[in-house]
């Protein structure tokens, strides 16, 4: 390598890491922040004391615990029924040529397009119609039937040899056998893609649950904090930092540790 | 005999998918469509068939084309920024560079945070002479600017705080397409003795166009969804500087309790994303095709 | 379907009334009450302690207190939930949204509730311009709660060092520009004064209107944007910031205003006195609270939420209800609310209570509030509010940042409060 | 005893007749390979045998019963796939119990008949990987050792050794050769490769455009075969076929002339490389290209524009343009009619 490549590749690492260092000061500001005093914190007084007030007032102030209950719960409902619903449609898709398939899943693209977060008027109407308004289920439903994850799994089901499905049918497996024990298994890529995918959209969702949540025994992690931030009760940065960094830190702190996996994940599922 | 099982068997397996879409999808699709043709049912007065007076009303409606204008001019102003950035950091990212992995995370990482959390974090930036850029600022002389206040910088100052939420995510799907080109590719250009910039523009740009127009027609459908740092920021203003379709039909709706108006500005919206879908399905994809 | 439904759970509860009573069993009788926070502190906790208090002493009661975010997330939430199904049975919310909340039939007026004269003195004995707003068609739909008015609240150090009487705060808005000048420093890092325009634009407008010898609205289908008065008083409040310089420009944050006043880069700050203890606890210098100076003459909105029973109870929720209502409002209670919060005590009996005496005793800034109530008016409120306000908030921003000129915004926005009030009348 | 009976058998997808009524019957214990190029039907016999493709008409029996119209599952029929459609999220183990799991059958006798297949196929120590970590021909032994598991006295086999390199290919040929007489499997094995069918079948079926062209054990189609389609097909280089009209019939043998002679119609002679001699009289030929594989030497040769070929096992001194004779027995010669079917007297 020349001595002026040398040096255009060095400039440029360098350039990497100011854009990286640029991405990730706002979070490490909150962080910093949330550990001191709210005038030091506006001071930006490196050497001010630490402190965990911030958190021990915001964890005070609103019910966290029960919010990050809701979320999970919320989550828990949505992807297993994500994921249980898809497989089925995509088997329908992919292995039985019903009639009106072609019709049905163009039907199902469209929400690709119109996702629920457009719809929320009716779809409000639709679920107090059903009493379901200020429920973890209420909340959940309108995503419960995914087109994405039926379009994914769909391109994988269609990739899995016609073979094993004869292989298995031979050894006596139901339909419903080959989907569990051969489909199923193979597909488990795109599950794990998915699922990652679809957790993490769903625990940092925030309009529709703002909607349908009334009170604290529904209301997920980002409208508590919503509510918690609205500035119109005045803000405190420190115990706002605080409070942000309670509400992003389960999901954070598992993207920390498996951030390969997830963006892999996001890249399996962006590709198809 | 046995084909009709078989399209029983399958329309069975659809179903709870069917069942599900039809109620949350094409039901309130057309729900919509019907109550944006009525008016709104009170005390005073019941509900009419009005027609078409919905739609004029709101083409006669200057803060629909505010939030209209606004919604092209954020996705003008977030898009091509984004995409740029993401485009070089898939390309740092994709090279073996000592600290790859972490670079790679922070690049990432805002993508994982709730876009309230991301608006509670920005808020501090932005506030008039105690926020972060405002105290900055100070240091070298300028004087304190009120980012989110006005009509002139709260535009650019939510788009900046997009970019930095969205370019992280795209920088995904770019890596994804520099990983399908192979490799021999760029030692045969290296052979050739083209630059790396060369190598740039003549090969990985034009390979990676199916990826660009695949993340700017989703860009351009999520710019009009996402509308929850609105909730935190500025709710829109001031005087609906910052006020997006979505966060007005979610007034509309909800705070004027105007369903009938909230339907039509549904509609509005749901043109706009058909024809761009369209768009994609009929035009863009069958130009750029290199497989 | 639905109809057959409400009877028949209706002749169910009924007949498990009559086996209940008949068992000498006690039915608690469930309460959901929303509320809504506007202001900083801790409130959510006070709330639950005085609800906690209130079913210690009725056990055959159970208040479910939802915090439900601002003033609109809370009305916007206690209207869905009576759709839904799973209806509250009273709530705090906008004082303003009376109107709103009558044309959608969903309150009852207080005034079916009260029976003994007990309680129609009761329904007597708070402040009168608190029960403004929850007047309307001769009947009283509101009892007054987390009730406010905008103070003034000033940096007396920052006063000491400009040369100015720390304790003589402006009293005109002739005073208020020159003392406002004088604290103004040159450099940017501290202005003279701020006025608060997101949020609550209308509210603050309210103040200056009426400073200007007018108030925003006659009734609740009338309103006075485009008034000569109204608009002059539009023009002064831009002025602060383009002529004389003694306020940023622009807008300026609800939500981040205390903090900017805490960090002295104002001098003086108009805000709602439900600030006054979170202001009193954080404060690390000597500060002090005025009435808002006179224009033509000294003026204020009040502000705030009021108690409101649904319509769809029934007469043993009502009863507990208006049980819960008297306990939170009662003299002592009040002045307990008043000192937690700065909110004002909602009857001249809250301040006559020990509590409050010697707090106003100690801390004098408590009674700027009440004492500016005999200059007070109804807060701005007539049908469909929100749409009408939000008309209004635009325009106040819309001149305030210079995109309009403020007879043209506000003419605009009188000919839409025309358009949507005239079915009204 | 026959195993499989098999009776006018089509299958046709709308206008597509891929199978034309086909008829065999395949003996119990035995291997029968169904042969022929791409296309010619021979999977889809093999797909409607066992189940997995439905049967336009016709009907199949297999030890006596009728199936034709019976689950794939419940044909008593294990198979092979070509690409082995192995399980890959399973391990070996996983893959060779994988129907005894399904049907039931208890952990114990499970746990045996696993460990008596996988001994079958010299795979005991491969228990615990997963089919990505093991060679093409390890696979293929496990996809043995699942079809022997099961059990079941009919296999079918679709084309198993296709995927396999030609040493391992020779190897596998003798190994399920030898399983099959070793367990008494009645085998149906479909490959386009005659090799494979020359060195393990009991019976070829051949097959060309979904029908049957011949039958018989693989000395007989070699021997006899009933028309250019089995004579070309079978043997390696194919058989020579010569243009009668381009032949100076004077300059063979008196044998084959008279031979020639008395098939009045026949239009083409075939005669195999192996069964050409060089010769002083005889048919004058050009050499035009040679190809020495060490036990043996083929010799591109000329005639009058036809180009064929000549096999002899030693290395004769010969070169390139040289100018020869050739001769051939009379029983080695093969005589063809006009319809391309053999003339036999």
């Not at chain 4, 180009?307 to 080695?332: A, G, T, V, Y």
Request: some cysteine; glycine content about 6%.
């Amino acid at each position: 390598m020349t001595s002026k490549n040398k040096f255009t590749s060095s400039l440029e690492l360098m350039g990497a890491y100011i854009l990286a260092a640029f991405w990730v000061l706002p979070l490490l500001y909150a962080f910093w922040a949330a550990f001191h005093y709210s005038n030091d914190a506006i001071h930006f007084n490196i050497f001010s004391p630490l402190t965990l007030d911030n958190f021990r007032e915001a964890w005070s102030q609103a019910p966290f615990l029960r919010y990050g209950l809701n979320t999970f719960l919320l989550v828990s409902f949505i992807l297993p029924g994500q994921l249980l619903i898809s497989t089925l449609a995509a088997y329908a898709f992919v292995r039985f040529k019903f009639s009106g398939a072609n019709v049905a899943f163009a039907l199902v693209l469209v929400q690709l397009m119109i996702t629920p977060e457009i719809l929320i008027v009716q779809n409000y109407v639709t679920l107090s119609k059903l009493g379901l308004v200020d429920t973890i289920t209420g909340m959940g439903l309108p995503y419960v039937a995914s087109a994405f994850c039926i379009f994914l799994l769909r391109q994988t089901f269609k990739s899995i040899p016609k073979e094993l499905e004869d292989a298995a049918e031979l050894e006596g497996c139901s339909t419903m056998g080959i989907l569990w024990k051969v489909y199923v298994p193979l597909a488990t890529p795109t599950f794990i893609a998915f699922s990652l995918v679809s957790v993490s959209h769903h625990w940092n969702n925030f309009l529709w649950p703002l909607i349908i949540s009334n009170s604290v025994e529904t209301r997920p992690l980002t409208v508590g904090l919503g509510i918690f931030g609205s500035p119109e009760t005045g803000v405190d940065w420190s115990i706002m930092s605080a409070a942000t960094l309670i509400s992003v830190a389960p999901l954070l702190i598992a993207f920390l540790i498996f951030q390969k996996q997830f963006v892999q994940s996001f890249m399996q599922a962006g590709i198809k | 005999m046995k084909d009709s099982v078989r399209n029983f068997q399958g329309w069975l397996l659809f179903a709870p998918a069917a069942i599900l879409l039809l109620a949350f999808t094409h039901y309130p699709t057309i729900t919509t469509f019907l109550n944006s043709l009525y008016t709104n049912k009170s005390v005073i007065r019941p509900r009419r068939f009005s027609g078409i007076e919905g739609y004029e009303s709101m083409l006669s409606d200057p803060i629909f084309w505010k939030v209209f204008a606004n919604n092209m001019w954020l996705a003008l102003g977030t898009i091509p920024t984004s995409i740029g950035l993401a485009i070089i950091m898939a390309l740092i990212v994709n090279k073996a560079i000592p600290g790859r992995g972490l670079l790679r995370m922070a690049y990432f990482t805002p993508t994982m945070l709730p876009m309230i959390a991301v608006a509670n974090i920005w808020l501090f930036f932005y506030a008039p002479e105690i926020g972060l850029i405002d105290q900055a600022a100070s240091i070298f002389g300028f004087e304190s600017t009120n980012w989110l206040g006005s009509p002139s910088t709260v535009l650019p100052s939510i788009m900046v705080m997009t970019v930095w939420k969205e370019a992280g995510f795209f920088m995904v799907f770019y890596l994804a397409g520099l990983q399908t080109i192979s490799p021999e590719l760029e030692e045969a250009s290296k052979l050739e003795g083209s630059s790396r910039w060369n190598y740039f523009w003549r090969v990985q740009y034009p390979l990676l166009l199916p990826t660009t127009l695949f993340v700017l027609i989703n860009a351009f459908l999520n710019s009009f969804k996402l509308v929850d740092h609105l909730f935190v920021l500025t709710k829109g203003g001031p005087d609906n500087a910052s006020n997006l379709i979505l966060y007005y039909i979610y007034e509309t709706a909800f705070a004027f309790l105007d369903i009938s108006y909230a339907s039509a500005l549904t509609i509005f919206l749901l043109v706009l994303l058909a024809l761009t879908a369209l768009a994609q399905f009929l035009f863009i994809e069958k130009r750029v095709h290199y497989r | 379907m639905s109809k057959f439904f409400k009877k028949l759970s209706y002749s169910l509860t009924v007949a498990l009334g009559i086996s209940m009573i008949s068992g000498a069993a006690i039915a608690k009788t469930e309460l959901t009450m929303y509320y809504p926070v506007a202001v900083g502190g801790a409130l959510t906790q006070t709330v639950d302690a005085m609800v906690a208090d209130f079913m210690s002493k009725n056990p055959d009661i159970e208040v479910n207190a939802i915090y439900s975010g601002n003033y609109d997330d809370t009305r916007i939430k206690a209207l869905t939930a009576l759709e839904s199904g799973k209806p509250a049975q009273l709530s705090v919310m906008f004082s303003i949204d009376v109107h709103e909340l009558r044309e959608l039939d969903a309150i009852v007026p207080f005034d079916d509730l009260v029976s003994t004269s007990e309680e129609k003195a009761w329904l007597n004995s708070f402040y009168p311009s608190l029960m403004e707003n929850g007047v309307a068609a001769g009947k009283t739909w509101g009892i007054p709660f987390q009730r406010s008015t905008i103070v003034m609240y000033y940096n007396k150090d920052a006063f000491r060092e400009a040369g100015l009487d720390p304790e003589t705060p402006p009293a005109t808005w002739g005073g208020l520009i020159a003392a406002a000048k004088a604290l103004t420093k040159d450099d940017g890092s501290q202005w003279g004064l701020m006025i608060p325009s997101t949020g609550y634009p209308y509210w603050m407008f309210g103040a200056l209107a009426m400073q200007n010898g007018q108030t925003l609205m006659t009734s609740g289908d009338k309103t006075n944007f485009d008034h000569p008065d109204v608009i002059e008083a539009l023009e002064v409040w831009k002025s602060f910031g383009e002529d004389h310089k003694i306020m940023p420009k622009g807008t300026i944050e609800w939500g981040t205003l205390r903090q900017n006043f805490l960090e002295g880069k104002t001098a003086m700050m108009w805000h709602s006195t439900g600030n006054l203890t979170t202001v009193k606890k954080k404060a690390d210098f000597d500060f002090g609270v005025a009435m808002l100076p006179a224009g033509k003459r000294r003026g204020t909105p009040t502000g705030g939420g009021n108690f409101y029973i649904f319509k769809d109870t029934s007469d043993e929720e009502r009863k507990a209800s208006m049980k819960l209502i008297k306990f939170m409002t009662a003299p002592e209670n009040s002045a307990k609310w008043s000192v937690a919060t700065g909110y004002m005590g909602v009857s001249p009996d809250a301040y006559e209570t020990d509590t409050l005496k010697s707090y106003v005793a100690g801390f004098p800034p408590a009674a700027v509030a009440r004492d500016q109530l005999k200059y007070a008016t109804a807060e701005f409120s007539t049908y469909q509010t929100s749409r009408v306000k939000k008309g209004l908030n635009d325009a106040i921003q819309a001149t305030l940042v210079g995109s309009k000129t403020a007879k043209e915004a506000l003419t605009e926005a009188q000919a839409a409060a025309e358009r949507i009030l005239k079915p009204y009348r | 005893m026959s195993s499989i009976e098999v009776k006018g058998l089509s299958k046709s997808w709308g206008e597509i007749e891929a199978v034309k009524n086909v008829s065999f019957v395949v003996p119990e214990k035995s291997f029968t390979v169904l042969l022929g190029p791409s296309g010619c039907g021979k999977s889809t016999i093999l797909k409607m045998l066992s189940g997995l493709e439905s049967v336009t008409s016709g009907s199949i029996k297999i030890e006596n019963r009728d199936v034709t119209n019976l689950e794939a599952s419940k044909r008593g029929v294990s198979m092979v796939f070509q690409s082995y459609a192995l399980f890959p999220h399973l391990n070996v183990k996983e893959n060779i119990q994988f129907g005894l799991k399904v049907r039931k059958v208890p952990a114990a006798e499970r746990e045996k008949r696993v460990a008596e297949a996988a001994n079958a196929v010299g795979l005991s120590d491969l228990l615990d990987r997963k089919p990505s970590n093991l060679s093409g021909g390890q696979r293929q032994r496990v996809a043995l050792a699942r079809s022997i598991v099961s059990d079941q006295s009919v296999c079918l086999m679709d084309e198993p050794l296709s995927n396999l390199d030609s040493k391992l290919r020779a190897e596998m040929r003798d190994e399920i050769r030898d399983l099959q007489q070793r367990l008494g499997l009645t085998v149906v094995y479909v490959t386009h490769d005659q090799v494979e069918a020359m060195s393990m079948a009991d019976q070829i079926i051949l097959l060309n455009s979904g029908q049957i062209v011949q039958k018989g054990a693989p000395e007989e189609i070699y021997n006899y075969p009933n028309s250019i389609f089995s004579a070309q097909f079978i043997g390696l280089p194919p058989m020579n076929i010569l243009n009668l009209k381009k032949i100076d019939i004077t300059d063979l043998s008196k044998e084959n002339q008279k031979k020639i002679e008395i098939s009045k119609n026949s239009i083409n002679l075939g005669i195999r490389p192996e069964h050409l001699n060089f010769s002083k009289k005889g048919l004058p030929v050009t050499v035009k290209g040679i190809d020495y594989f060490g036990g043996e030497t083929v010799f591109k040769i000329s005639h009058s524009g036809q180009d064929f070929f000549l096999r002899e096992p030693r290395q004769p001194k010969i070169h390139l343009d040289d100018k020869l004779n050739i001769s051939w027995d009379p029983e080695d010669m093969h005589l063809f009619k006009k319809n391309n079917q053999r003339f036999t007297s």
